[in-house]
């Protein structure tokens, strides 16, 4: 035990030698590490956990309507039959998919039987849908698809733990890029090139919100399948990143980059659909 406490101060001294700092630096770094990994998975695995109880839920509540409805089309549509349905309705709403939610927002008593068909099929769709995403020990037996395996493992064994890493790597690269960025600030000696810094940094974050509110809008099947839209879309892109290219050369871009952005964005409303 003494010998690895020596090697393992010797090792210290090798690498940091008489800097103490860079051993406090780094040390701290170890230390809210830790802190900032154990917070995150503490919390994801809370929310795994309540999503887990919730998803239970809301097969059991959506399984019941499926059965409500299957009776209510078998019997006689009284007011009786109605307020059972409706109640079933209620329990299952916040569950349902904002599609199902609208069409069953319509029933009514005089509903027909084919439209009844309709709404079993979506329901059978959302419960198959919610069943292949359930992280049950219990179902997995009697899966032997290896992937689904695979992905069962995944999901309740290394998902938190690689979310977790990730999540951690990224706030203290945030912590990094804002600590350099204050060095850098101070090391700007200028009023004006303080402000060219500044100036920077919000083109910086306006771009990136404007590249995710394009890709968000393609996701979302929003953007009009247009000649404006395809001369738009690479076009404002490309200007963006030209413009960010050239800021150490002539400062001034800055203002006009942030010009052209707010009118990119503007613009963005007219490809829409």
């Given at each position: 035990m003494d010998k690895l406490a020596e090697l393992l101060i010797d090792t210290i001294n090798s690498v940091f030698g008489e800097d103490k700092f860079s051993l406090i630096f780094y040390l701290g770094i170890f230390l809210i590490s830790i802190l900032l990994f154990k917070e995150f998975k503490n919390k994801i695995s809370e929310e795994s956990r309540y999503t887990r109880e919730q998803l239970d839920i809301a097969l059991k509540v959506?399984?019941?309507?499926?059965?409500?409805?299957?009776?209510?089309?078998?019997?006689?549509?009284?007011?009786?039959?109605?307020?059972?349905?409706?109640?079933?309705?209620?329990?299952?709403?916040?569950?349902?998919?904002?599609?199902?939610?609208?069409?069953?927002?319509?029933?009514?008593?005089?509903i027909?039987?084919?439209?009844?068909?309709?709404?079993?099929?979506d329901i059978e769709t959302e419960i198959n849908g919610l069943k292949n995403n359930q992280d049950s020990s219990i179902v997995?037996?009697?899966?032997?698809?290896?992937?689904?395996?695979?992905?069962y493992i995944y999901r309740t064994?290394?998902?938190t733990i690689f979310v977790s890493t990730i999540m951690t790597l990224m706030t203290l690269l945030f912590i990094l890029i804002v600590g350099f960025i204050y060095l850098a600030f101070a090391e700007v000696d200028s009023v004006l090139n303080r402000y060219y810094f500044i100036q920077m940094l919000i083109n910086l974050m306006v771009f990136f919100t404007h590249l995710i509110l394009i890709a968000n809008f393609f996701?979302?099947?929003?953007i009009k399948n247009s000649l404006f839209t395809w001369i738009y879309v690479p076009l404002s892109l490309a200007i963006s990143i030209v413009l960010l290219t050239l800021y150490t050369k002539w400062l001034w871009?800055?203002?006009?980059?942030?010009?052209?952005l707010v009118v990119m964005i503007w613009l963005l409303k007219k490809i829409l659909k």
């Open positions: 959506l399984l019941d309507l499926k059965f409500g409805l299957v009776s209510f089309k078998a019997t006689t549509k009284s007011l009786e039959s109605f307020g059972e349905i409706k109640a079933k309705i209620l329990a299952a709403f916040p569950y349902l998919s904002i599609k199902l939610s609208e069409e069953l927002q319509n029933i009514n008593i005089n027909q039987d084919n439209e009844i068909d309709v709404l079993l099929k997995m037996m009697n899966n032997y698809n290896v992937l689904a395996n695979m992905s064994r290394l998902h996701q979302e099947e929003k871009l800055t203002i006009l980059h942030f010009v052209l």
